[in-house]
């Protein structure tokens, strides 16, 4: 049995189902394919991950009908403090504080929980009927000729397709398939996620606290929690899990430190290993690579997601205006033009990210120094921690018009 659409997206993770809303908002459908069985999970139990979502994800996630649920959960972030230090000594009394006055009204950002933001986003898909969900269904096969692109199921269902998005993660089998080579590098250092309640509000206050065996993120949730990000060499990993909870708890608060009163665990911990990915190639006959499947970078900057939410936005006004002139989007002089929008802003991020988990990822004392003096100084030129506010929101130059909160 074959069947056709206007759009194939692989993967529906976050990524993949905010590109099908995206695709579906305009006008097109969309054969949404994931190997997982879906369920709508219901809001129970905190999982550990959640995202700093940037201003302009935001205003995408409102266009795409999202955001005006997934707010009632979300946590503005007012103020980021990056310091660096050792833990035992306190933080270095250089540090960059950016507060959200300095950039005009609203927050700088909004923390929210990946099981709502999953959650919210799977609901709103179960809802287009534009929408076709194949899920549990994982892509076998992917054969391409000049007018379309065919992908055969685990299910033995054949559909087709004039563009097919890859959204399948960072070890992208569609990027694979096509022959896109990836660049990878091996931190060999993990990130322990987990969350904890403290004695003292967060008052929307995240945290940055570099120390030489990586960084640590302070990030504020609602109902007074603060989510961990904690960036760890792989060497001391395995003590850390093999730890009671109590235990655990006793290292990490002597990196936390105690403003906050004292801090408890709230839920399990989870180990994710941390790598770089990086397809060589955004887009191939057919094909284009959008999220962790294009780019998953280090988690220091939590900008990761937001990367991927700039490709939904890019990918969707390219194919939108193409078709509107009446364009195959789906050949190579169209899929060039998202290639060449996004290469800037990917590379920027991910040599941003390594550059600088190498620089403050360690501890010799000179380069502390620098580093130190380098932050008060930034603090201290208000250009320059102005811009760097204005990136970190998502409202750098150049932004897909999904972005600035209207429909393509
Ligand atoms: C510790 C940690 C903390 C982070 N914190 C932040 C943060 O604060 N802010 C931020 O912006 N980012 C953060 N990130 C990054 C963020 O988690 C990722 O960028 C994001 O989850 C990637 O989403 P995705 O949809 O592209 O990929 P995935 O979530 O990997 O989804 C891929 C989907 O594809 C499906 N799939 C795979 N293969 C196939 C196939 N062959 N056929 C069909 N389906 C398939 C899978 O089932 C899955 O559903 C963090 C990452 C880590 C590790």
């Not at 390219?318 to 996004?342: F, H, P, Q």
């Not at 360690?362 to 380069?367: A, D, T, V």
């Not at 930034?378 to 150049?398: F, H, R, V, Y």
């Amino acid at each position: 049995m074959e069947k056709t659409y206007d759009i194939i997206v692989g993967g529906g993770g976050i990524i993949g189902t905010a590109m099908s809303l995206a695709f579906a908002e305009h006008g097109l459908s969309v054969a949404l394919v994931d190997e997982t069985a879906f369920t709508v999970k219901d809001n129970s139990g905190f999982d550990g991950r959640a995202y700093a979502l940037s201003s302009s994800t935001v205003k995408m996630l409102s266009v795409l009908g999202v955001w005006k649920e997934l707010c009632k959960t979300a946590q503005p972030i007012f103020e980021i403090k990056v310091s660096d230090g050792i833990a035992g000594r306190g933080a270095s009394p250089f540090f960059m504080h950016f507060h959200h006055h300095d950039m005009g009204s609203g927050p700088i950002g909004y923390m929210v929980e990946d099981r709502f933001l999953k959650s919210i986003l799977l609901k709103k898909v179960l809802s287009k009927r534009s929408i076709s969900k194949f899920f549990g269904s994982k892509i076998l096969t992917q054969n391409v000729n000049a007018n379309y692109i065919s992908v055969g199921l685990k299910n033995k269902t054949t559909i087709i397709s004039k563009l097919l998005v890859g959204a399948d993660g960072r070890s992208s089998s569609i990027a694979q398939k096509s022959g896109i080579k990836r660049n990878t590098v091996d931190y060999e250092q993990t990130g322990i996620v987990c969350a904890v309640s403290h004695e003292k509000d967060h008052l929307g206050e995240a945290h940055q606290f570099f120390m030489p065996t990586g960084p640590l993120a302070i990030l504020p949730l609602q109902k007074g929690v603060s989510s961990i990000v904690w960036t760890k060499k792989n060497s001391g990993v395995n003590h850390l899990e093999s730890l009671s909870d109590e235990e655990f708890l006793e290292e990490l608060a002597i990196r936390f430190g105690k403003f906050r009163g004292p801090i408890a665990l709230k839920g399990k911990r989870y180990f994710f290993p941390l790598s770089l990915s990086i397809a060589k190639n955004l887009v191939s006959q057919r094909l284009a690579l959008i999220g962790d499947a294009a780019h998953a970078v280090h988690p220091l900057a939590g900008q990761g997601l937001n990367l991927g939410m700039r490709d939904v936005a890019s990918l969707a006004e390219i194919v939108t205006l193409a078709r509107r002139c009446g364009e195959d989007y789906g050949m190579n002089e169209v899929l060039l033009r998202y290639s060449n929008w996004r290469d800037f802003d990917r590379l920027t991020l991910y040599s941003f990210t390594h550059m600088i988990n190498k620089v403050f990822s360690n501890n010799n004392s000179i380069l502390r120094t620098l580093r130190g003096l380098g932050m008060g100084a930034i603090n201290n030129i208000p250009t320059i921690k102005k811009g760097l506010m204005k990136e970190a929101s998502g409202q750098g130059k150049d932004l897909p018009i999904l972005m600035t909160g209207r429909k393509i």
